[in-house]
């Protein structure tokens, strides 16, 4: 088992910046990929960026160059810094880990384990 918890959500106004962070607890020998996900009201979850053991990462389009993903394998914990924040950034941000290998991990449903959320607004 993985528990994760995210924090470092909250208000901030266009053009703004926020750091979001998730601590992994239990197994998290196994855990190969970790990812940000994002869910705005009546919308579907989607992925924002995720991030192999190894440091090779993924973005969507509409992030590449204001958010950058990291992780601190001593501290078991990834990052999401999220630059020039929009209002259609706005959304409860989950963190989620997969076991399986980088290059298998596509959708959502290859996640094992999935945090609580953390909700990001961006006032205009």
């Known amino acids: 088992q993985v528990r994760l918890v995210e924090s470092g959500g909250g208000l901030v106004q266009t053009g703004g910046s926020l750091s979001l962070s998730c601590v992994a607890s239990?197994?998290?020998?196994?855990?190969?990929?970790m990812g940000w996900y994002r869910q705005a009201p009546g919308k579907e979850r989607e992925v924002v960026a995720r991030?192999?053991?190894?440091?090779?990462?993924y973005y969507i389009d509409s992030v590449k160059d204001r958010f950058t993903i990291s992780r601190d394998n001593t501290k078991n914990t990834i990052y999401l810094q999220m630059n020039m924040l929009k209002p259609e950034d706005t959304a409860v941000y989950y963190c989620a880990a997969a076991f399986r290998a980088w290059n298998t991990v596509v959708r959502s449903d290859d996640y094992d384990f999935w945090g609580q959320g953390t909700q990001v607004t961006v006032s205009s």
């Open positions: 991030i192999s053991k190894g440091g090779d990462t």
């Open positions: 239990g197994s998290i020998s196994s855990i190969a990929v």
